[in-house]
C-alpha cells in the first residue's frame, strides 16, 4: 500500500463550489504539506503543518483553508473555487530534520470550470 | 531569500546519450539540496540529496549530482539515457529555518528518443 494517499485523484467542479482534497499517510511523520503544481512554475507551498497543533500559510494559501485532523491527516479545502484554481495538487509528509526526504503523494487533478 | 533556477524546460537526449540538467541556487546558509523525478501520472520521488560530506551524491537509476559551492550549482547527470527516464525532474532546495520547507526549480522535462 502507497505510504501517501490523496482523495480524490481527480475532480472537476464548478466556479464557486466547496471543495475538499485528502491526504493521509502511514508514514508516522509529523510534518505534512500541500503544493499545487502549474506547468512551468514548478511546485508551490500553499499550507503546511508541524503538528496537529501547527498550521502555518505557504507561499500561495489565498483562497484555501487546511484542517490538521489528526497525526496522518491534512486536508485542504477550496472554500470557493475559482478556474486559476485548477492545477495538480499534491500533499507531501517528512520527518523533523531539515535534511529529511519529502515523500508525495500521486496528486489530484482540479479542474474548476 | 533562497531559489532555484533550472536552465531548461526541455531538454531532448537520444538513447545511450549523456543526460545533463542543469540546476542553479542562491541561498544565504549551507544548502540542502534535492532532485526528485515525476513520471507521467504519478507523484515527485527522491532522485538524490546533498546534505553535508560528499559533493559528489549518487542516486537511484544511475543518475548522479555535484555540489559545487563556488558556483552555486547542483547539476543533475547520467551517462546513458534510457528511454525509462522520460520524466520531470525538480531540482529543490530546502530553505533556512525548522520547517523543512522546499523551494523548487520550475523544472526540466526530459524526453528520451530511439
Known amino acids: 500500500d502507497a505510504d501517501v494517499t490523496q482523495t480524490p485523484r481527480n475532480r472537476i467542479t464548478k466556479t464557486g463550489k466547496r471543495i475538499m482534497l485528502e491526504c493521509s499517510q502511514t508514514?508516522?511523520?509529523?510534518?505534512m504539506y500541500w503544493y499545487r503544481q502549474d506547468p512551468g512554475l514548478g511546485l508551490r507551498l500553499i499550507y503546511y503543518?508541524?503538528?496537529?497543533?501547527?498550521?502555518n500559510k505557504g507561499e500561495i494559501s489565498d483562497g484555501y483553508s487546511v484542517s490538521r485532523q489528526a497525526q496522518a491527516k491534512f486536508s485542504l479545502s477550496l472554500e470557493s473555487a475559482i478556474p486559476n484554481q485548477t492545477a495538480l495538487y499534491f500533499c507531501?509528509?517528512?520527518?523533523?530534520?531539515?535534511?529529511?526526504?519529502?515523500?508525495f503523494g500521486p496528486g489530484t487533478r482540479l479542474l474548476v470550470l | 531569500a533562497q531559489s532555484v533556477t533550472q536552465l531548461g524546460s526541455h531538454v531532448s537526449v537520444s538513447e545511450g546519450a549523456l543526460v545533463l540538467l542543469r540546476c542553479n541556487y542562491s541561498?544565504?546558509?549551507?544548502?540542502?539540496l534535492f532532485w526528485y523525478v515525476q513520471y507521467p501520472n504519478q507523484g515527485l520521488q527522491l532522485l538524490l540529496k546533498y546534505t553535508t560530506g560528499a559533493t559528489l551524491v549518487k542516486g537511484i537509476n544511475g543518475f548522479e549530482a555535484e555540489f559545487k559551492k563556488s558556483e552555486t550549482s547542483f547539476h543533475l547527470t547520467k551517462p546513458s539515457a534510457h528511454m525509462s527516464d522520460a520524466a520531470e525532474y525538480f531540482c529543490a532546495v530546502s530553505e533556512a529555518g525548522g520547517y523543512n520547507k522546499l523551494i523548487f526549480g520550475a523544472g526540466t522535462r526530459l524526453a528520451v528518443h530511439p
Open positions: 507531501a509528509t517528512s520527518a523533523t530534520n531539515r535534511e529529511e526526504t519529502q515523500y
Open positions: 541561498s544565504s546558509v549551507p544548502p540542502y
Open positions: 508514514k508516522g511523520h509529523d510534518r
Open positions: 503543518s508541524f503538528d496537529v497543533k501547527d498550521i
